[in-house]
């Protein structure tokens, strides 16, 4: 099989075996945006707190 959800047809219902399919890989995909998510959140902070922005004291 494919791997991207299944859609049902017009006036047609998907069969249970298609939704568990759509099922499985909606729950390894959410996992992988989640992922996306906290790289971009760490990248913006990143910048916002970057060593090189903070000053730095002398003796």
Excluded: W
């Excluded at 859609?7 to 992988?32: A, W």
């Amino acid at each position: 099989m494919e791997n991207h959800p299944r859609h049902e047809v017009r006036g047609c219902k998907l069969d249970p075996e298609l939704k568990i399919y759509n099922q499985e890989i909606n729950k390894r995909r959410i996992g992988i945006e989640h992922v996306f998510g906290r790289l971009k959140t760490f990248k913006i902070l990143a910048s916002l707190f970057s060593v090189h922005s903070v000053p730095v004291k002398s003796c």
